[in-house]
């Protein structure tokens, strides 16, 4: 199962590729933001991401809302955050 996990944007890392590092709970990886690019993320913002894109921008309550409700699915979250952690989009 993929599920769309949220992570808060480190840092834009390459501007001009709508490349970002971002922050998903504790794991740090090199995702493209393109698909946000007319409303381009921040730095501190959170971003629902899928597959190393950031699919959309949320607010830190629904992010830190949804961060709890995925991790209540146990092995499917692990299993998220490990695909996670061993990725790279570079």
Do not use: Q
């Not at 840092?11 to 007319?38: F, H, M, P, Q, Y």
């Not at 913002?45 to 709890?68: P, S």
């Amino acid at each position: 199962m993929c599920l769309g996990i949220p992570g808060r944007i480190v840092e834009i890392t390459d501007a001009a590729n709508c490349l970002a590092k971002v922050d998903v709970n504790g794991v740090r990886r090199i995702i493209s933001v393109r698909l946000l690019e007319k409303d381009m993320p921040a730095p501190d913002d959170w971003v629902l991401v899928h597959v190393g894109f950031a699919m959309a921008k949320i607010d830190e309550t629904e992010a830190l809302l949804t961060l709890a409700a995925v991790k209540k699915l146990g092995e499917a979250y692990a299993d998220e955050i490990e695909a996670f952690d061993s990725s790279s989009i570079i």
